[in-house]
């Protein structure tokens, strides 16, 4: 686990509905249902290729009572865990729920100091067996931060996780900046607009062809939030929420069209009253 530090390494959606949302994201996404749940807890993993992806558990009923709602949360693994959740407050972050073993490891729900809400893991029994920001179909490949405010936020997780901010290159009026960890570009923070009500972290699954992807969320209860984007590195992107009102992003091919490996990027993009413009170079590992 320590040399997967600073990572994100696992995902679950918490969800008021299981038996539907693996439904839904089976047929969307591709996934095979296999249940692991336990005489003390319900989960269920989703899995490509016959290894585990994400995986499925109920929303706890003391955060619905609080109103929580259907959400991905996505794990980041640690070092010291103990060592992390203080530093965590002293960086002015909340401890949601604190550290506590479970059945995926030792975990703890944390908020950055804007309000979006990931975890931490040691000893984490599942995980992604690809390398990191592989391309594999059923695998999260992206990860996106709605933030209040991108700038103000990023030195949170760059003291707490690594995480170092990508030269892109971008013009400086944009909202949208990359980040990587160990020289690999996972992910980007996009400072959001005061119509967006919370600050929150967006997760994008690979498929092997968004436009039918994008389909079957239709088809199957869920909605699509906007127009396909294309980037000009032939990806195709889309966000979108589940029937039971999580949000979600897919990524990968259109129609068959494959995936090439420019560097160079024009990143425009509005996603409802979200909206970024600019120019980014992303130097991608080969995945």
């Known amino acids: 686990m320590v040399d997967q530090f600073g990572c994100f390494v696992w995902y679950e959606l918490l969800t008021t509905d299981m038996p539907s949302a693996a ?10 249902v296999k249940d692991a749940s336990s005489p003390e807890l319900t989960y269920t993993l989703l899995t490509a290729a016959g290894t585990p992806a994400v995986a499925l558990m109920d929303l706890p009923e003391e955060g619905v009572r609080m109103g929580a709602t259907p959400r991905w949360l996505g794990y980041v693994a640690v070092d010291d865990m103990d060592g992390r959740v203080a530093q ?31 975890a931490l893991v040691t000893g984490l029994t599942y995980g992604q067996s690809q390398p990191r920001g ?20 990023f030195p949170f997780y760059g003291k707490l996780l690594g995480w170092q901010q990508a030269s892109t290159g971008a013009d400086p009026a944009s909202v949208y900046g990359l980040f990587s960890v160990a020289g690999q ?17 967006l997760h994008y699954f690979n498929v092997d062809d968004v436009g039918a992807a994008a389909r079957r969320v239709n088809a199957g209860g869920g909605r699509v939030l906007q127009e396909p984007i294309e980037l000009p590195d032939g990806c195709w992107i889309v966000r979108c ?7 979600f992003a897919l990524q990968g091919a259109w129609d068959g069209m494959a995936r090439s490996s420019d560097p160079e990027v ?19 590992t080969k995945r």
Request: with cysteine; glycine share 12%; aromatic share 8%.
């Open 185 to 201: 570009m996972i992910g980007g923070m996009l400072t959001k607009l005061p119509s967006v009500s919370q600050a929150c972290w």
């Open 88 to 118: 965590i407050r002293r960086l002015g972050g909340a401890i949601l729920v604190s550290p506590t073993d479970s059945n995926i490891g030792r975990i703890a729900v944390v908020a950055d100091p804007q309000g979006a809400t990931f």
């Open 241 to 247: 929420v589940d029937p039971q009102g999580a949000l």
């Open 266 to 284: 024009t990143w425009s993009a509005k996603w409802g009253d979200i909206a970024s413009k600019g120019r980014i170079v992303v130097h991608k």
């Open 23 to 32: 439904a839904f994201y089976a047929g969307v996404v591709g996934w095979a």
């Open 134 to 153: 592989s391309d594999q179909p059923g695998h999260v490949g992206w990860h996106e931060l709605l933030a209040e405010d991108r700038s103000k936020v």
